[in-house]
Structure formats: structure tokens, C-alpha cells
């Protein structure tokens, strides 16, 4: 059976049914989310718009795969979930001006918290790819504005990145990323509903993103403005994963863009990453590397101190697409060994099997479950469900069975 086959029967048979039967909250609209890393208890009913947006987004794009029939799975349910989704989010979350909250009640009220532009971006990726599928332009004016306001925040810096925020004068490379993702996903909500083409907007946050790619096909993850930060572990740390997941935007938006003439940089970065990354003595991709360096302090270089051997299933599955997409587009064979790797490690990890529902997604460096919060206290099912659907599109668009 070969991967988009695994793929697709892992999204039918195993992570659709584990959400659609938990994590629709059919009473107050919105999405149940915050399970343990087993996926055997519910730890709250609150809602964080993060996922709330994610959720959006899976399903609409599951809805879009069913529809061609890559999916087994009912669109016109997928769609009305998605859109009481995407109206929970509108009547509850979205504010003028393009902010959104960052965490509600079960009936959707606001619960005390600082502002994230990651928590902003999904809410507008989740509205895009609804847009996406429905060719509506109905809500097309505040995924503008919600794109815009994180675009203007990341460029000016020190934009709000909650739960891990950056010291002052710091630039990440995760928020530059999660603004071409949310402009590739406006630009395509626009085309769908509108005809407009792609543009200036998503090739600046195209060459932002990319303006971290060093000369060895690594990326630079946080940029610090303090010449004497550089020694730090801040300055010196790498997350292959976020790359990764980079380079596969950047070649999206490019073919959005017809602008290809960089691909092939970008293809050798994926097995350089790939090799920077991955755990000879265990297998699988750790989360940090390059763990080195003057100690700064904040929590998120506390949090890659203390995590940087740990196994996640985002990482992966990130990992997988990318190489997939380097391999069987581009025709790279390091890539598709690198495939090989991380598809076998990813299956032989993360799906719950006996020990847990869905995937475990939190392992620590030997892929024993570790029962601990990464991030959200949420088990999000966005990256599992967006890399598995886009591994068997690719293999649709590619002529494979």
C-alpha cells in the first residue's frame, strides 16, 4: 500500500471519526479541543480560537477532497460544521480591527488573555479556506483585515506571539511563516470568490519568510538585534521542523505566483534540514537542534532548553509533505530517501494503537508517550489531518493511484 493510501485510510478510519464524533460541539457551536495527550479524557470545554480556526480549515479542506472523491467522507456535513464553526468565531472571536481573542468560554465568551498574531492568522486561515470551497466573498473583507493587522504587526516587531513570546528586539521565523501561510490562504480564498490573482502581498511574505535561509540551506530561527545576543541560544538554535513546514508554503506560494525560479534551493534545503534534524540513536526528527550557547532566559528559550529532544507529530508530518512534495514533484531522490525515513518513523510512533485514541503526538525522545502541554493545552488535530490530505492530493495531482 503506498503512502497516500496509508494516508487516507489513518484520515477515514482513524482521525475524522475520533473528531467528528468528539470534537463537534453541536450545542453552542465551535470545537472541543482540549484533550490529553491520549486522547482518553476531555480537560476542558474552553475554546481556543488557534484550534477553533484549525478546525475550520480541516474541514473545509476535507469537504474539498471528499468532493473529488479522495476522501470517503460526507462534504455537506463536513461544510455545515464548518461553517457554524467559522459563524462561532465571526459572532464570538473577531474584533475591529482585525484582532481576535484568544480563548472563549463554551458558549463563547471571552476569557481573559493577551493577544497572539498565530491565534489571529488561523482564525483567517480557517474563513479562507471555507471561502476556498464555498467560492463565497462573503467573508472575504475580514480575512483581509485580520491578515493585514498580523502582516503590519510581524513587520513593525515584536508582534504578540503568546504562548512563547520572544524577548524585545528578537524576530522569529515562526511568525513570519504563519504570514505567508495566511496570505497563500487569502490569496486562494480571492482567487476562488473573486478571480483576483495572487500578488505583491504574498511574494513579500514570501521573501520575508525565505530572508531566513542561510547559505547551508538551514534557517535561521529567531534574527536578534543585539549584536551581543548572538552568542545565545536564541541566536544559535535551529527547529528543522518549522523549516520545513516553510519550504512547502514557499514552494505553494511560488506556484501560486509562477515564480519557480528558486525551487531548487529550496528542494536541497529539505534533506539539509532533514540531516541536521534527525536522532541517529533513537530515529525520528528532534524538536531543537543546535541547543548551544550563552543562556538569555524568557520562557521560550526555557521551553527549547527543556523540549529540544522531545518527538512531535507536527514536526513529522510537516516533514513528511515536504519531503513527499520535494521528491515526487521535483524529482529529488536524497528527498525521497529522507520520505522513506520519516513516513516509516511517523507510522511506527505516533498513532494511538492500544495505548491511546487518534495519535499521541507528544513523545519524548525514545517515542514513549509523554503526557505533558507543548504549546496549547489542546490536541489539535491541524497538522495530522492538513499533511496527510495534502500527501494524498499530491498524489492525485501527480497521477498516482
Not at 458558549?107 to 488573555?113: D, H, I, T, V, W
Not at 497563500?184 to 482567487?191: E, G, I, S, V
Not at 548572538?230 to 511560488?254: F, K, N, S, V
Request: charged share 25%; proline share 6%.
Amino acid at each position: 500500500m503506498g503512502p497516500e493510501q496509508i494516508a487516507r485510510r489513518q484520515l477515514e478510519d482513524v482521525i475524522f471519526p475520533f473528531w467528528l464524533e468528539n470534537g463537534i460541539d453541536t450545542e453552542h457551536g465551535g470545537f472541543f479541543t482540549c484533550f490529553d495527550n491520549r486522547g482518553r479524557r476531555r480537560l476542558s470545554t474552553d475554546k481556543f480560537t488557534w484550534s477553533q480556526g484549525r478546525f475550520v480549515w480541516l474541514l473545509a479542506r476535507a469537504a474539498r477532497l471528499a468532493d473529488r472523491g479522495l476522501l470517503s467522507l460526507d462534504p455537506a456535513l463536513l461544510i455545515r460544521y464548518a461553517e457554524r464553526g467559522a459563524s462561532f468565531l465571526l459572532d464570538h472571536a473577531v474584533r475591529p480591527g482585525g484582532e481576535c481573542a484568544y480563548i472563549l468560554d463554551e458558549r463563547g465568551g471571552p476569557l481573559p488573555a493577551e493577544r497572539s498574531v498565530f491565534a489571529d492568522a488561523f482564525v483567517a486561515m480557517g474563513l479562507a479556506e471555507l471561502a476556498t470551497y464555498t467560492g463565497s466573498a462573503e467573508h472575504l473583507a475580514v480575512i483581509d483585515a485580520i491578515v493585514q493587522r498580523i502582516a503590519d504587526d510581524v513587520e513593525a516587531g515584536d508582534p504578540p506571539t503568546p504562548p512563547y513570546p520572544l524577548p524585545p528586539g528578537c524576530s522569529g521565523f515562526g511568525a513570519r511563516m504563519i504570514v505567508l501561510n495566511a496570505r497563500l490562504d487569502q490569496a486562494r480564498a480571492h482567487q476562488a470568490a473573486s478571480g483576483r490573482p495572487a500578488g505583491a502581498e504574498l511574494r513579500a511574505a514570501r521573501r520575508a519568510m525565505l530572508a531566513h535561509r542561510e547559505d547551508g540551506g538551514l534557517f535561521t530561527e529567531t534574527f536578534v538585534a543585539d549584536p551581543g545576543m548572538r552568542d545565545t541560544i536564541l541566536a544559535r538554535h535551529r527547529t528543522p521542523g518549522h523549516a520545513l513546514e516553510g519550504i512547502w508554503m514557499a514552494m505553494e506560494a511560488g506556484d501560486l505566483l509562477g515564480e519557480t525560479g528558486d525551487h531548487g534551493d529550496l528542494v536541497a534545503s529539505v534533506s539539509a534540514l532533514c540531516e541536521a534534524g534527525w536522532d541517529d540513536e533513537h530515529g525520528g526528527l528532534f524538536r531543537y537542534v543546535g541547543v548551544s550557547g550563552r543562556p538569555y532566559g524568557g520562557p521560550y528559550e526555557d521551553l527549547v532548553r527543556r523540549t529540544w529532544t522531545t518527538k512531535l507529530w507536527w514536526v513529522h508530518t510537516e516533514a513528511a509533505y515536504a519531503t513527499r512534495l520535494a521528491a515526487q514533484r521535483y524529482g529529488d531522490r536524497r528527498a525521497a530517501g529522507w520520505f522513506d525515513r520519516i513516513w516509516d518513523y511517523t507510522l511506527g510512533t505516533f498513532p494511538g494503537g492500544a495505548d491511546g485514541e487518534e495519535w499521541i503526538q507528544i513523545r519524548d525522545r525514545a517515542g514513549a508517550p509523554l503526557d505533558e502541554v507543548v504549546a496549547l493545552p489542546v490536541k489539535d488535530p491541524y497538522h495530522i489531518s492538513r499533511n496527510l490530505m495534502q500527501i494524498v492530493e499530491l498524489g492525485a495531482q501527480e497521477g498516482r493511484p
